[in-house]
Structure formats: structure tokens, C-alpha cells
């Protein structure tokens, strides 16, 4: 591989896909960064250039698109905290989101994304961001008040009447969708690759 | 191994001390590089960190065991991989054969679960009707088609004389007579040779084992559907410890990339807040116990007055027709009497029902089951009418049959008496009379049979036709009306229709047992049935999505079916009596059907038991039919169902205390992160007893949390004893470090350990 920083990157994100092998993985990835914006994001990454695309073009992605936090998730990830990301933001989401993370890490940048103020608690105006980006403002004002105070009722252990990371995780990690569906990209990103490359990816891995 | 194959120059130099450090310190670095994707960390800082630590190892690290560790490592992990993949693929394929799931699924995002349930019932029967179909048509109608005698050979299978000029037209056949009433859709047509074609097939056995045998399965299937909903609701049911907060943040499926279903996905997740909603709402309301149970109980009076009066009106109503049925001058509102008032029934009474269960203010899921409850017991008269009227006309056919039985030997004496008369030079015997010309019995089955699939046909039409009037109709009306009316149509009345649970249930319930009564007497009605399941799939889903709007209080469906269920076992019952007591009791006819000839329909499994079976079977039965072993038999299984009973009720105790146990837990743990007291007076008293435990050090900074918390979640890859640098880089300072404040509680020791695993902590001091 030309580019010793994709090299780098590699290593850790084989990682997270073992059974991949790194070159084609990567180059898919960074393919996928570059196909948003051809004609700002170069080739040659060796000497790290200062690419960051803009929200519009990451929100525009087939797998946010539809998501309703999609802007939290760019703003998470992105090293500016605008949702602009450079290609270590995309590559470091890619592979938070995938099925191999581990559940606490997902768990902590869920929380992150839920956090829609930055002061890291949950409080109760981000709560009712969340339910009625949930519910697209279908539900009434009492009823989202009810929500959230049954959500900070149940949840907030150490009574400060908002949710801290460790009341988060306490919860989460008990929720019985919370690894198959939740942050989770990776399955319809693989499934896009056709069976043949897959099969010669493990041939080589292998 | 490490030191035996190392051949850095510089070891020789170092002690032994130095030597163990240093393997720790590569140990700990290959667990960072090993655990690098846990750490929470962006990519710059993870490059780092793995450049450093690598270049250490490689420097410090013997050649031997790293190779394969990893390639090990890699398939391991990858092995894991693929059984995951499978394994969710196995279930993407077991979801995706069962059919209509995302109609349902779409149904369900936007009435709610409860108008989920009825579809989901419904595809429930259509899938039992196809198993009944499939048994009957397998052994009892092709059989007979193919083996035995074709159309036209005898007379149980040929139009008579009489009719046959009209036998085509439509207006006869949609009454079912014609050359419908005499094909193998009804009992009739099957003949009664013992066997028939090559293969020795017993047909009439065939037809006995099959119509038992459809009860038997029904029964079968409905107990263990029953069984198998008992179980998953009894689990952590309604009453989970974070219902709100998993919907809030495990609801939305990240999975998603179609706009379509992004809206179902938003629409049900609206639906399932409206309906927890509703539930929390039921469990905050306390009003004057007293004034809703004395409501209650008038409510209750008030149906069953109800209910009563109507009973007695079914009673008098039929008296009525009998009578009429003795005279011949009547006006249309006195023939059609019954029906009339039968109808009015249907309409009124569940209306009444409900405006008085407005009394009661149950949970919408509760008041539901109620007015199935009573709208159930109000169509049971209904069956009543029916079955009176169609055992009066079976008696009726078997008085005419004793007529006819001797009219039919008259008249074939007459026949050969005549043909001998014409033609007197013939010497052999005459030949067999024309089927078509042979005197028919009345063939009492038959046209039970005939009732049954009439009212199974009227039974669709008029549902189909009320769902078009009704709601599609209404709907329109209500649409395109409302630009030109002086009041506004879709808020006031009439409005758009809300889907009609308890109906439809009902009516999918009641027509199960027709189907199940009349299916012995015209074996074609389970594919009229089956046909009938299907188009109403597609018909009402259709006509919900289209026409309905969603209830005004959306509710979740009980977590299992079973009141359904219920009500389909207690008609199974219902329908199974009287088939039972036509086949033990009643004689067939004597010239139709595959039992004809016979004194009683089971006797055909006597005629079996003696010529087919073995003789020793034969003694078998003759002593397993004998009282003294039925009666103990009968004794010992009422035994085993009081003691399973008592044991299932102990059980339910064992349950109940460990969900109260867990309860109680889970407060505890709740007071004690808030710092309160304990809740057990017990513990407090021994925490007061002991001496103050602030003498010891601080704990230190670097710790995470306070001891007490026990790692409830295992720590994921990250390794528990290791003291890595933490570093929460996306935030700043944790401010929820609350280390010197608590006071580690008395009697409790330590927790197992530090939880390394959530990747972050108190930020580490540079």
C-alpha cells in the first residue's frame, strides 16, 4: 500500500475486521470517503492532508440518511464538533458502528450522541430532543414531559435528575436490542460487497 | 519461552528483576495493542499510542509464539464471525418464509399491536385451515375421485330425472343444488364400498378417521398455542425496569436505509410511546374505589338483564316459527321473523354493550376482553336458533326417509314387474335401472351439509360487503363530502371508521366452528374456507390501511393471544358435541354417503376391527371398551390433572417471590447509591455498631468508581487488572468523580475488582 498513513489506520481497524484483509477493507473505506467529494479529497494520504468534508455530504450517506440523530452521530465523530469530518473521523465512526466494537464502547458513544448539549449528563431538554426526533413532534407536549420524567425516574441513580455516563451504561447494557440494532452500521456495509471479492478477500486472509 | 529464544544482546546484562519487569511491561503492551479499538480514543491519539508501543515490543520480544498467537487469534475471532453471520442469517430466512410479515408489520406501525394481534390470529387459522385441508382432500376427496366410481354410475352420483333440466342454471346452483349438491363437495356423492380401487383404499374408514381426526388436530394445535403463549407471557413481562428509557434510546433501528421504512419504524415507535403511555396512565389513576365497583357491579346487572331478555327473545321467536311452519298464510315479516330478528340482535347488542361499559372505565385491554365476553355469549344464541332449526329438519328427512325406503322397493318391483310384462320372450335378467330414474331418500346429511356452506358463503358476502359499505363507502363519503358540508365530517360524525376488533375476532371465532361442524358433512367447505382466510388477508389489510384510522387510545395487545384462544377452544367444544352425537347416535342414510347401509357411522370401525385388523386386536378393544377400565381411567386422569394444577399454582408463588426479591433488590441498590438509609432496619442497626471506618486512606484518584459497585457487565476485551493511562479525550474533566465524599459502607467489603472495562475514568494526571 502507497499510503503509509492508510497503512497505520489499517492495523487497527483490521482489528476490527479480522478476517478482512486490510488493503482492500481500507481502500473500500477510503473509497467511500473520497466517492462523497472526488474532487477535494486526493489519493495520496501519505502526507496527511487537512481534508474535512462538510456535514451536508456525510449526512447524504445511504446509511445516515435516514437516521434521525445523523447530525449528533457527524458532530460525535468529527474533530471539530460541527459534523465536518476528515477521513480519521470517518474511519474512527465506521468502525464504532460496526458489529465487532465492543458494546461498552458503543454504549459510551451513545451516550455521546444523546448528549445533545455537550455537558456530558442527559438532561431532561435532551431527552425531549431525542423523543421528538423519535416521534417527528408527534406526540403532545404532556406526553413528552410524562416520557421523560418516567425515563429520568427509572434511570438516574444517584438522583441528580439527570442521566450521568454511568446511569446511561447501568441501563444500557441491559437492553436486549442494544447490541443487534442499535449503532450499528456494519452489517449493510459488507453486505454491499459483492460474494466474489468476499470469498478472495478470505482466500487471502486466510 | 520468551527468555529462551530471545537472542537480544542486551539481556545478558539485565538481573532477574529486571528481566520479570520488562516482560510485564511487554505484556502490558501487547494487551494495548491487542485491546486498542476499545479505547474511546480518536485515531491521531491511537496511532500513537500503537506506533509506541509497537516499536517496544518489536524491540524487546522474542520472535517465538507471536506468529501464531495471532494468526490464532484471527481465527478465532473470524470463526466467531461467521457462526454470528449464520446464525442471523438462519433467522432473516426462518422470518422471511412466514408470510405476510411486513404487511403486518406495517399494520402494526400504525394501528398498534392490538390490531396487530387480530391479523396475526388470522394467519394463524388460514395456516390450520390449510393442514385441515390438506388431510381432507388428501384421504378423503382424491381418493374418491380418482379410485372410485365416476359421475353418472349410480344414483347417489347422478342429478335426478326431475331436475336435471334445471341442474345447470344459476340460480339453483348457488342454492348448492344441481350438480353441485351431487359432487364431492358434499357427503352425498361418496360411496360406500369398503374398498375401493387397487390400492384396497377404505374410504369410509378414510372419511370417519378424517372427520375425527380434524377435531382432534384442531385440538391439539389451539392447547399448545395456549401453552406456548402462557409461557412467553408469564416472562418479564409488562413490568421490565427501564421500559421508557430502552424506548427511548434502543428504539430506533440504525440498520434502516429506506425512506419507507424509516416512516413505518417512526409511526411505530410512535405508536408503542402512545402505548406505554396509556398503560402508566391506568397505573396513576386512583379514584373512589367504591363508586367504580358499585358501577361496576350495575354495569354487569345491566348486561346480564340484557342478555337474559335477549335469550328469552330467541326462545319465543322460535316457538313462533315452528308454529308458523304449520300454516301457509303468511305474510313476508312472519316467514322472515327470525332472520329479522336474529340480525337485530347482532346490531344492537354489542352497541348497547358497549355504551354500558363506558360504567365500568376499565384499561382499553381489559374492556376489550370483556365485550368479546359478552358479545361471545350473545352470539351463542344465535347458534342455539341455528342448530334447533337444522335438527328439526333432520328429524323431519329421517321420518320422510322411512317412506321412501319403502316406495323405492315398491317401485323397483313395479320396474321388473313391468320390464318381465313387455317383454316376455327375455330370459335374462333385466337390465339395472337407470340411475337417474332411481327413487331418492331425502339424504338428511346432505343437506346439512348444504346449510352449512350457505351460511358460510352469506357469512363472507356480508362481511365483505360491510367493510366495503361501512368503511370504504364511509371513508369516501366522509373525504370528498366534507369539502361542501356545513360540518366537518372527518373530526365530527360520522368521522372514519375505527377497525372493529372484538367484531372481527367474533366473527373469525364463529366461523371456525361452522367450519368445524359442517366440515364432517361437506368435506369441500375447508377449501371454501381456506379460500376465504386468504382473501380476507389481503382484503382487510387492504381495507385498515385505506379506510381506518387508529384508535383514539392506541393499546398494547395483551402478550399473548390466549383470550383468543380461549374462545376458539370453548367453540371447538361447542361444535364437536353435536357431530358426536349424529355419528353415535343418529343412523345415516340409507342410499347416500360412504356409511349408507349401516345401523350407526362408527360401525364401520367395528367392520374394520373384524376383517382387517388381526383377531387379537379385536379381543384387545372388546376389553379396553369395557366400564371397569374406563371409569378408573377417567379417576386416575382427573387425579393427574388436580395434581399438576397444585403444582403449576406453587410455581406461580415461587415466581411471584423472586420478581418481589428482585424488586427489593433493586431498590436497595437504589438507596444505596443515593446514600440513604438502608432499607433493612437490620443492617442499618449493624452499620451503627461498627467503628468509623474514616480512618483509612482516600481511596486513590486513579480508581474509577467507588468500590461498592459490582461490575455487572463484563469488561469486554479491555483486561481487568491492567492499569492502563485512561483518557476520556472527547471530554473534559469527569465531573461525576466522587471519590472522597463516600463513605465506604460499613460490613460490605470491597467489590470484586475495579470494572476497567468501560474505557473511561478520572482523567489521568499528565
Known amino acids: 500500500m502507497k499510503n503509509k498513513h492508510l497503512q497505520k489506520i489499517s492495523f487497527i481497524i483490521l482489528k476490527m475486521f479480522p478476517n478482512f484483509k486490510q488493503q482492500y477493507f481500507l481502500s473500500r473505506l477510503f473509497h467511500r470517503y473520497r466517492d462523497l467529494a472526488p474532487q477535494l479529497v486526493p489519493l495520496d494520504y501519505t502526507n496527511q492532508p487537512d481534508v474535512r468534508l ?6 447524504s450517506m445511504p446509511e445516515l440518511k435516514d437516521n434521525p440523530f445523523r447530525q449528533r452521530i457527524a458532530e460525535v465523530f468529527s474533530e471539530d464538533g460541527e459534523g465536518n469530518m476528515t477521513l480519521d473521523d470517518f474511519l474512527d465512526m465506521f468502525s464504532v458502528l460496526s458489529e465487532m466494537a465492543p458494546r461498552d464502547l458503543k454504549a459510551y458513544y451513545a451516550f455521546k450522541i444523546y448528549d445533545f448539549n455537550n455537558d456530558n449528563f442527559i438532561c431532561k431538554s435532551d431527552l425531549e430532543k431525542t423523543l ?22 427509572e434511570a438516574d441513580l444517584d438522583n441528580d435528575g439527570r442521566l450521568s455516563l454511568e446511569d446511561f451504561q447501568h441501563m444500557i447494557v441491559r437492553a436486549p436490542d442494544f447490541l443487534r440494532e442499535v449503532c450499528n452500521f456494519h452489517h449493510r456495509f459488507t453486505s454491499t460487497m459483492r460474494g466474489k471479492m468476499r470469498k478472495k478477500i478470505q482466500e487471502i486472509t486466510l | 519461552h520468551i527468555f529462551c529464544s530471545s537472542k537480544n544482546p542486551h539481556e545478558e546484562s539485565m538481573s532477574e528483576g529486571e528481566r520479570a519487569r520488562l516482560m510485564e511491561e511487554v505484556e502490558e503492551k501487547k494487551k494495548l495493542i491487542a485491546n486498542i479499538r476499545n479505547k474511546p480514543w480518536r485515531m491521531k491519539r491511537r496511532l500513537k499510542h500503537l506506533k509506541e508501543a509497537q516499536l517496544f515490543v518489536d524491540k524487546f520480544e522474542g520472535a517465538l509464539g507471536k506468529g501464531k498467537g495471532r494468526k490464532l487469534y484471527a481465527y478465532k475471532v473470524m470463526m466467531m464471525k461467521k457462526w454470528i453471520k449464520f446464525q442471523r442469517d438462519f433467522e432473516n430466512f426462518k422470518t422471511a418464509c412466514i408470510p405476510w410479515e411486513r404487511k403486518i408489520k406495517e399494520v402494526e406501525s400504525h394501528f398498534g399491536s392490538s390490531v396487530a394481534s387480530y391479523f396475526i390470529f388470522l394467519r394463524w387459522m388460514y395456516g390450520m385451515n390449510l393442514v385441515l385441508f390438506s388431510l381432507t382432500f388428501g384421504l378423503v376427496v382424491i381418493p374418491e375421485v380418482l379410485m372410485g366410481l365416476p359421475y353418472g354410475s349410480i344414483p347417489r352420483k347422478t342429478v335426478p330425472r326431475e331436475e336435471q333440466d334445471t341442474a345447470m342454471d344459476y340460480s339453483v346452483l348457488t342454492d348448492f343444488n344441481g350438480y353441485c349438491k351431487y359432487s364431492v363437495l358434499f357427503y352425498g356423492y361418496y360411496n360406500n364400498q369398503r374398498t375401493i380401487g387397487f390400492l384396497k383404499f377404505r374410504l369410509p374408514l378414510s372419511y370417519l378417521m378424517v372427520g375425527i381426526g380434524t377435531f382432534g388436530y384442531s385440538l391439539m394445535v389451539v392447547i399448545r398455542t395456549m401453552a406456548k403463549n402462557a409461557d412467553v407471557g408469564g416472562g418479564d413481562g409488562e413490568d421490565s425496569e427501564f421500559t421508557f428509557a430502552w424506548k427511548m434510546f434502543t428504539s430506533w433501528d440504525y440498520l434502516i436505509g429506506n425512506a419507507e421504512t424509516a416512516d413505518n419504524k417512526y409511526a411505530s415507535i410512535t405508536t408503542s410511546f402512545k402505548e406505554s403511555i396509556v398503560d402508566e396512565q391506568e397505573n396513576q389513576k386512583d379514584e373512589n374505589i367504591h363508586l367504580r365497583r358499585f358501577l361496576r357491579v350495575l354495569a354487569n346487572f345491566l348486561i346480564t338483564c340484557t342478555l337474559g331478555g335477549s335469550g328469552y327473545l330467541i326462545y319465543f321467536v322460535v316457538k313462533r316459527s315452528q308454529e308458523f311452519a304449520n300454516r301457509d298464510d303468511l305474510g313476508w315479516y312472519e316467514k322472515n321473523e327470525l332472520e329479522i330478528i336474529m340480525s337485530l340482535l347482532g346490531l344492537v347488542g354489542p352497541m348497547l354493550f358497549e355504551t354500558i361499559a363506558e360504567l365500568e372505565e376499565y384499561h382499553p385491554r381489559i374492556a376489550l376482553k370483556w365485550q368479546l365476553g359478552r358479545i361471545f355469549a350473545l352470539f351463542l344464541g344465535n347458534l342455539y336458533t341455528f342448530l334447533l332449526a337444522l335438527f328439526d329438519e333432520v328429524n323431519a328427512k329421517l321420518e320422510e326417509e322411512k317412506d321412501i325406503k319403502n316406495a323405492s322397493i315398491w317401485f323397483m318391483k313395479e320396474y321388473f314387474a313391468n320390464f318381465t310384462a313387455n317383454n316376455p320372450n327375455e330370459t335374462g335378467t333385466p337390465p339395472p335401472i337407470e340411475p337417474a330414474d332411481v327413487i331418492r331418500g331425502p339424504c338428511w346429511e346432505t343437506t346439512v351439509g348444504i346449510e352449512f356452506v350457505k351460511l358460510t358463503i352469506s357469512d363472507i358476502q356480508v362481511t365483505y360487503l360491510t367493510i366495503l359499505i361501512g368503511d370504504f363507502l364511509r371513508a369516501l363519503i366522509v373525504r370528498f363530502l366534507n369539502y361542501c358540508w356545513c360540518w366537518d365530517l372527518e373530526a365530527g360524525w360520522p368521522s372514519y371508521g375505527e377497525f372493529d376488533i372484538s367484531g372481527n375476532v367474533l366473527g373469525l371465532v364463529f366461523n371456525q366452528g361452522m367450519i368445524w361442524m359442517g366440515s364432517f358433512y361437506a368435506p369441500g367447505l375447508v377449501g371454501i374456507n381456506v379460500l376465504r382466510l386468504l382473501t380476507s388477508m389481503y382484503y382487510q389489510c387492504w381495507a385498515v390501511m385505506a379506510c381506518n384510522v387508529p384508535h383514539e387510545r392506541v393499546f398494547k395487545a395483551s402478550k399473548s393471544n390466549n383470550f383468543y384462544m380461549g374462545l376458539l377452544l370453548l367453540i371447538l367444544f361447542l361444535s364437536l358435541l353435536p357431530v358426536v352425537y349424529t355419528i353415535m347416535s343418529l343412523p345415516p342414510s340409507f342410499d347416500c354417503g360412504p356409511f349408507s347401509g349401516k345401523e350407526r357411522m362408527f360401525d364401520v370401525i367395528i367392520e374394520t376391527i373384524e376383517l382387517d385388523l388381526p383377531s387379537f386386536l379385536g379381543t384387545l378393544f372388546s376389553y379396553a371398551a369395557n366400564p371397569g377400565l374406563i371409569i378408573p381411567a377417567i379417576l386416575l386422569m382427573v387425579l393427574a390433572i388436580y395434581y399438576l394444577n397444585s403444582v403449576s399454582e406453587a410455581y406461580k408463588n415461587a415466581n411471584n417471590e423472586l420478581k418481589k426479591k428482585m424488586q427489593m433488590a433493586r431498590d436497595e441498590e437504589k438507596n444505596r447509591r443515593n446514600n440513604k438509609d438502608s432499607t433493612n432496619q437490620v ?14 486512606p482516600p481511596p486513590e484518584e486513579k480508581k474509577d468508581k467507588p468500590d461498592e459497585r459490582k461490575p455487572k457487565v463484563k469488561p469486554g476485551a479491555a483486561g481487568n487488572a491492567v492499569n492502563l493511562q485512561k483518557d476520556v479525550s ?30 473511561q475514568g478520572p482523567p489521568p494526571r499528565h
Open chain 1, 132 to 153: 421528538n426526533k423519535l416521534t417527528r413532534n408527534e406526540l403532545t407536549e404532556d406526553e413528552v414531559r410524562m416520557v421523560c420524567e418516567k425515563v429520568i425516574d
Open chain 2, 683 to 696: 443492617m442499618k442497626d449493624l452499620e451503627d455498631l461498627l467503628p468509623n471506618r474514616s480512618n483509612l
Open chain 2, 730 to 759: 472527547l471530554a473534559s474533566v469527569n465531573p461525576n468523580a466522587r471519590g472522597p465524599v463516600t463513605q465506604a459502607p460499613g460490613p460490605r467489603a470491597p467489590g470484586p475488582g475495579n470494572s476497567r472495562g468501560r474505557g
Open chain 1, 54 to 59: 462538510p456535514y451536508e455530504l456525510i449526512g
